[in-house]
């Protein structure tokens, strides 16, 4: 995700939370930017028809803007609650579109299988929610790392820091994570 460090962002988000809400529009005005490429590798991961990116920002930040009990530290901590809520707003996407199609596929293009450039249609994105989820219930880290990487595009720096634990084990996470997503989801094919 590699981000310029905007040192005004954790002032702002603090203030926000106390409920100024010109500090959350100045706040979301910095990082309009960050959001539009956090958006678009979202967007990437599922249909191309499904959402344009600006409506994907446009979204994130009325769910952002509404939600009451918002808790955040700093930036990323920011990023990746709003990565969190663009996977539920293609989740939600998917769900409407299947229901108008009554079984129709979507595919989500997402998980490079290696990490390398290849990456690998899944099922689609109701499918992809559907392991996170079972993952979230055997482990919580290991399921907001695949939510982090996946939705969020962090870093496994970024993702050490948010969750207060050493790259090397959110190494080891992603890895396992990764190939037992697969799994599963090859598993329900």
């Not at 700093?74 to 009554?102: P, S």
């Not at 996170?132 to 695949?146: F, G, M």
Request: hydrophobic share 40%.
């Amino acid at each position: 995700m590699s981000c310029m460090v905007q040192p005004d962002i954790t002032h702002l988000l603090a203030a926000w939370q106390a409920g100024d809400s010109t500090a959350r529009d100045q706040m979301f005005s910095l990082v309009h930017s960050e959001l539009k490429i956090l958006a678009r590798s979202a967007k990437n991961r599922s249909s191309p028809q499904s959402i344009q990116v600006t409506e994907l920002i446009n979204e994130a930040y009325l769910r952002l803007a509404e939600g009451k009990e918002l808790v955040f530290q700093n930036r990323l901590q920011f990023f990746a609650l709003a990565g969190q809520i663009m996977r539920h707003i293609l989740v939600d996407l998917a769900r409407q579109k299947q229901a108008i199609k009554r079984g129709g596929q979507e595919s989500l293009r997402t998980l490079d299988e290696n990490d390398s450039g290849g990456s690998v249609l899944l099922d689609d994105i109701l499918g992809v929610d559907s392991v996170l989820q079972e993952l979230e219930q055997h482990d919580v880290r290991k399921a907001k790392i695949v939510e982090m990487k996946v939705f969020a595009g962090m870093t496994m720096s970024e993702m050490a820091s948010i969750l207060g634990v050493t790259e090397k084990t959110v190494q080891r996470d992603w890895h396992f994570s990764k190939n037992w997503l697969f799994q599963r989801l090859r598993q329900k094919d």
